[in-house]
């Protein structure tokens, strides 16, 4: 019998929060250890990155924009053909189950996650789905992943955002080499991101995050042609206009972006991101603007007080 190869090294992984190391997730139908918690390698998840996913951020006993990202997920869902999805109430239900069991009501953050399910032979039709979708409510203790106070760096990454004419991006779906490729060049660079334009040359949004810039007063951000119209783009689209704040939605170009009087990116993870260089640019004077700040407050007093509660 031929010999296992052994790795070169011995892993020794060190996770960001030691809390997350006895967390309990939840997959297909009930809460696992953190070592448990697996999905069947027949699954379509792994057969083929055939899944929609969410995050989900927890404030102070209430999830932010719970209803919204659920409707995203279940049209996703739908606009993959899904079959046998669970309810609304269902993944409510398990989505409070798992925040429950690991006493979490602040500070956390939740990757949401429904596969295809798991197949009777490997293949890619989605006749061999014959079991159900497999949900999966992955909850840890983590804080917003970007410095919101100095500001974040990127560049411009060479891999294209997708095109409606190859895979929409309204689909919010786990298919995610274009992005990781572009992640993989900023990693390289040694910054935070990534800016990825569209098929026309105009900017799209980032790795991660949307993308929004300042000149003269006027925030602007790209239209959601290529993007991901993200719920924390929508909400802070919204609070422009709740506070006469001057909003335009349209192509923008990478040149306004390292012309700009300042730049921020937006979404669940990390809520309003300070963007101070661009491609070795120094975005307006290198620090936060007052516009910046000015919008990361106003969302932070949102997220304060708006929310479902959480019913434990």
């Known amino acids: 019998m031929p010999s296992t190869p052994s790795p070169d090294f011995t892993p020794n992984p060190i996770l960001p929060d030691p809390r997350n190391e006895t967390i309990q997730t939840w997959v297909g139908d009930r809460l696992w250890p953190r070592d448990e918690a697996k999905v069947s390698v027949f699954d379509s998840v792994v057969q083929g990155g055939d899944a929609v996913w969410e995050g989900l951020r927890i404030y102070q006993g209430r999830i932010f924009q719970l209803d919204a990202h659920l409707d995203r997920m279940f049209a996703s ?85 997708n095109s409606p004419q190859f895979l929409d991006s309204k689909i919010h779906h786990n298919n995610l080499l274009n992005n990781i490729l572009a992640k993989i060049q900023s990693n390289l660079a040694g910054v935070d991101d990534a800016i990825m334009l569209d098929m026309n040359g105009f900017v799209s949004e980032t790795n991660a995050t949307n993308l929004f810039i300042v000149k003269g007063g006027t925030v602007l951000t790209p239209t959601a042609d290529a993007c991901l119209p993200g719920i924390t783009r929508r909400v802070v689209m919204n609070l422009c206009r709740e506070h006469d704040i001057p909003l335009v939605e349209r192509n923008i170009s990478l040149t306004e972006v390292h012309t700009a009087d300042e730049c921020f990116t937006t979404g669940t993870m990390g809520e309003l991101s300070p963007v101070v260089e661009v491609d070795g640019r120094e975005i307006g004077n290198g620090k936060v603007g007052a516009m910046t700040k000015r919008l990361q407050s106003i969302y932070a007093a949102k997220t304060a007080l708006e929310g479902e509660a959480l019913p434990f």
Not at 81 to 108: C, H, W
């Open 77 to 161: 869902a739908k606009a993959l053909a899904f079959a046998n999805v669970p309810t609304r109430d269902y993944v409510k239900s398990a989505i409070f189950q798992t925040l429950e069991a690991n006493g979490m009501r602040d500070e956390s953050h939740i990757r949401l996650t429904l596969t295809r399910g798991k197949k009777v032979t490997s293949g890619m039709s989605p006749a061999n789905n014959q079991y159900g979708c497999t949900l999966i409510v992955l909850a840890e203790w983590k804080a917003p992943v970007y410095d919101n106070e100095a500001g974040i760096r990127l560049i411009t990454s060479a891999i294209r955002r």
